[in-house]
């Protein structure tokens, strides 16, 4: 039998402490169910550890569910949790209301359990294939990093946050440093091998909010959030010792490589066009690092 953690966790939102404690009822030993008695238990909950799913009452007292789908569907991190309205409305006006504020399903009171669970399966289900398109859509196919259009979005948003909110962010350019002759000396299957243990390294020593993406062939970008140039360098070092330490292995093979690294910072971007500029001053200084031995990290012009 599966733990309780393992199960996928169901939120549901209802004033009605009988309904609750019923839906509680019907769902356990397959879904790990919290409850919400009220909007801030509600928001408490989404905070702490966003559900996998919601069942969302649609006659609330302090707000109604269509409303609170609405308000959901419009923050981009709860955005693609499936929503199922349970409600004792069934007019066909309410149910394509539901449809249209984004939720996923529609089930009517008194509920059926295994209606209710088929249901939530189905939702549950198409969850996890439209992540695996996500993923797919946002991520290099070889190294598992994201891909270069996916890091534009990301610093994008994560710029506006930035700027809104006074916090610094950084950019970071790596390239292997004479990629080239690990293929031509160990093969592409080494060379591959070589780019997957790059990124795994750098995943290992940077932080979970940070963005890592394969910026094109051997060159990566890491931007590091909230973060300034002296600690943004604490970061890059670690990952020269991960590398030291922990050297690629393949094909019975021991490769060494190190990398060159360019390093900007907001507070040098301008205002117009930021990013370009962090990009900009970024590519410039890998550039330099590479033309003055590599192996190294420019942070200044």
């Not at 984004?102 to 669970?117: A, F, I, N, S």
């Not at 950084?170 to 070589?194: P, Q, R």
């Not at 020269?240 to 990398?259: G, Q």
Request: glycine share 4%; aromatic share 10%.
């Amino acid at each position: 039998m599966a733990s309780e953690t393992s199960l996928p966790r169901i939120l549901m939102f209802d004033d009605s402490e009988v309904e609750r404690i019923y839906v509680e009822a019907l769902l356990k030993g397959e879904f790990a169910v919290e409850t919400a008695s009220d909007l801030i238990d509600f928001w408490a909950h989404m905070a702490g550890d966003p559900p996998d799913l919601i069942l969302l009452d649609v006659m609330q007292k302090e707000i109604s569910g269509f409303e609170l789908c609405e308000q959901i569907k419009r923050n981009s991190e709860y955005a693609m949790i499936p929503i199922i309205f349970v409600t004792s409305l069934d007019s066909a006006q309410d149910i394509e209301r539901g449809f249209d504020v984004g939720g996923h399903d529609y089930v009517t009171k008194p509920m059926m359990q295994r209606e209710l669970k088929a249901r939530m399966r189905s939702a549950l289900r198409l969850k996890r294939l439209e992540s695996e398109l996500r993923m797919r859509s946002v991520t290099d196919y070889l190294t598992g990093a994201y891909n270069r259009r996916y890091f534009h979005e990301v610093i994008t948003a994560n710029l506006s946050y930035a700027q809104r909110m006074k916090r610094n962010l950084c950019i970071a350019m790596l390239d292997i440093d004479f990629f080239k002759k690990v293929n031509d000396k160990f093969g592409h299957e080494a060379g591959d091998a070589v780019l997957q243990h790059f990124t795994d390294t750098i995943k290992s020593q940077i932080r979970k909010y940070d963005i890592l993406a394969r910026y094109g062939g051997e060159e990566f970008v890491i931007q590091f959030f909230d973060c300034d140039i002296q600690k943004s360098l604490h970061f890059l070092e670690r990952i020269y010792a991960a590398l030291k330490a922990n050297p690629c292995t393949v094909n019975m093979h021991t490769i060494e490589y190190t990398f060159s690294a360019g390093l900007s910072s907001l507070e040098e971007a301008q205002p117009e066009n930021p990013i370009d500029k962090l990009i900009e001053l970024a590519d410039k200084r890998l550039y330099i690092a590479k033309n003055s031995g590599r192996n190294r990290v420019v942070s200044s012009s």
